[in-house]
T-cell receptor, first 115, second 112 residues
Framework: QKEVEQNSGPLSVPEGAIASLNCTYSDRVSQSFFWYRQYSGKSPELIMSIYSNGDKEDGRFTAQLNKASQYVSLLIRDSQPSDSATYLCAVIPGGGGTSYGKLTFGQGTILTVHP | EPEVTQTPSHQVTQMGQEVILRCVPISNHLYFYWYRQILGQKVEFLVS????????KSEIFDDQFSVERPDGSNFTLKIRSTKLEDSAMYFC??????????FGDGTRLSIL
């Protein structure tokens, strides 16, 4: 069973701080990793995708991937109350490095940004 | 921006009844998926569909479930005889294959 693990939180940070969200995965050959944001009662919304080791930045968001440690993280800089949501880590198992395989999700980390 | 659309947003059905959930994927997308999320639990893969056939299905996707792409735009999930444990949010997703999957807003299925 290919697993994706996240700390369910809640993670609480003050407005303007950096929020750090972590995820580990069990399938060593996985190549495709995604972070989705999910507001309560809503659908997953893509934030970032990352396929190569290292950092990938998009605005206030930075995804970090370390395949040797089977670890992917998401940093949110200058956190805002509107960032309060559940953050889902998702992995496409297998070595294809594609975007079209099934997604395996972690249970999500609840982030609360307080003013 | 193109969107994946799902109807209805909320479906209430008696146990044992058949239900069809509908999705219109983004028009140039080739790969289609159904996921479900039971309240308070993780998002779970049900089935993927490519080139007019199922490409992969999970253990959840048993004989009670079926998918169909009856025309060039719709993608449906049918549950033949619903059970209480089928109550969940059902998400449709699609991708062209070179970018991450886009999710619809979901259908909340409530089985009474």
């Amino acid at each position: 069973q290919k697993e994706v693990e996240q700390n369910s939180g809640p993670l609480s940070v003050p407005e303007g701080a950096i929020a750090s969200l972590n995820c580990t995965y069990s399938d060593r050959v996985s190549q495709s990793f995604f972070w989705y944001r999910q507001y309560s009662g809503k659908s997953p919304e893509l934030i970032m995708s990352i396929y190569s080791n290292g950092d990938k930045e998009d605005g206030r968001f930075t995804a970090q991937l370390n395949k040797a440690s089977q670890y992917v993280s998401l940093l949110i800089r200058d956190s805002q109350p509107s960032d309060s949501a559940t953050y889902l880590c998702a992995v496409i198992p297998g070595g294809g490095g594609t975007s079209y395989g099934k997604l395996t999700f972690g249970q999500g980390t609840i982030l609360t940004v307080h003013p | 921006e193109p969107e994946v659309t799902q109807t209805p947003s909320h479906q209430v059905t008696q146990m044992g009844q058949e239900v069809i959930l509908r999705c219109v994927p983004i028009s140039n997308h080739l790969y289609f998926y159904w996921y479900r999320q039971i309240l308070g639990q993780k998002v779970e893969f049900l089935v993927s569909f490519y080139n007019n056939e199922i490409s992969e299905k999970s253990e959840i996707f048993d004989d009670q479930f079926s998918v169909e792409r009856p025309d060039g735009s719709n993608f449906t999930l049918k549950i033949r005889s619903t059970k209480l444990e089928d109550s969940a949010m059902y998400f449709c997703a699609s991708t062209q294959g070179t970018e991450p999957q886009h999710f619809g807003d979901g259908t909340r299925l409530s089985i009474l």
